[in-house]
Every structure is written in C-alpha cells, then in structure tokens.
C-alpha cells in the first residue's frame, strides 16, 4: 500500500472510530489525540507542532491567529494529521511548497481526508450539484481545498475561478 493511500485510511479510521462528522471539530479530535491547540499572534500563516511522543501529555499545536478560518482549519488538521501518522518526536514547520518531503504530503492527504472525507464528498455533491462555494461552506474548507478534493476524486464542480 503506498503511503499516501494509508494517509488517507488513517483519517477515515480515526473519524470512524472517534464517530466524528462533518464539518470535523478540530478542538474535539485535538482532545482526542491528547494534543492543546494555542492560537498566537505571528508573522505569516501556517502553523507547528510539538510531538514528544515519549511524554504523550506534550502535544502542543501553535496556529498562527492571523489568517482565515479555512486556512486555520486546514492548518490544524495538517498538525493534527502529523500526530496520527506518527511523524513523532520532532517539531515539524512548514516547507516552502517545492521541495516538500513526503511526510508533508503525507500530511496533507491525511489533513484533507479529515475535513472533507471522501464517502461523505459524494453525498454533499449531490446535494449541492457540484456548486464549490456550498461544498466549502458544508466543510468549511477553503475553495482551493475544496476544488483540490474535487479533482483528485474526479467530480465535476462548478461555481469557481480554480478552473
Ligand atoms: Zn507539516
């Protein structure tokens, strides 16, 4: 199994498991996973991750509060992600988006896994006949998310510039 497909089996086992629906609570599977979330005030986006996983009370995410609530819900559930797939006992930041090592890909399918589940995608894209902006607003998920999960699982969408 590649690692990617596993990122992606990660979150859908942790969301089954832990009966968490969408729009995911982020807090609540933060309190799951034993990990604190601290909103501060820094330059830029984005955000980090303590993981000492030889003191499993040391799980600390610090989100930068200076961005959008998409971007902060993405940027949460990619920390997140690094926890449950045991990216463990190091402080992981950021990359610059080329030249990203593969558990930060890793990371993000699981991040984006976790917000807009795949199963749960097809049901809404019903509902909402492929519109983007009800599609992002049901996940609360940014447009760019949003129409990146739409590409991978090959759904028509609409009602977007990401064309
Ligand atoms: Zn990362």
Redesign the pocket.
């Given at each position: 199994m590649s690692i990617f497909k596993r990122a992606e089996i990660t979150a859908r086992k942790f969301l089954k498991m832990n009966n968490l629906t969408t729009p995911i609570d982020l807090e609540k599977a933060a309190q799951i996973l034993g990990v604190k979330i601290a909103y501060v005030s820094f330059e830029g986006q984005g955000a980090l991750v303590y993981n000492d996983n030889f003191n499993s009370d040391k799980k600390l995410i610090i989100v930068s509060a200076n961005q959008t609530r998409e971007q902060l819900r993405f940027n949460i559930a990619?920390e997140l992600a690094?926890i449950l797939l045991k990216h463990c006992n190091t402080i992981?930041q950021?990359h610059p988006e080329e030249d990203k090592p593969n558990y930060?890909k890793e990371?993000n399918i699981c991040a984006s896994e976790l917000l807009i589940p795949r199963n749960k995608v097809k049901q809404a894209f019903y509902k909402y006949s492929g519109d983007i902006k009800k599609l992002k607003n049901h996940f609360q998920v940014s447009e760019q998310a949003m129409v990146t999960k739409m590409e991978i699982l090959n759904l028509p969408y609409e009602n977007t510039f990401y064309n």
């Open positions: 990619h690094h992981l950021t930060e990371a």
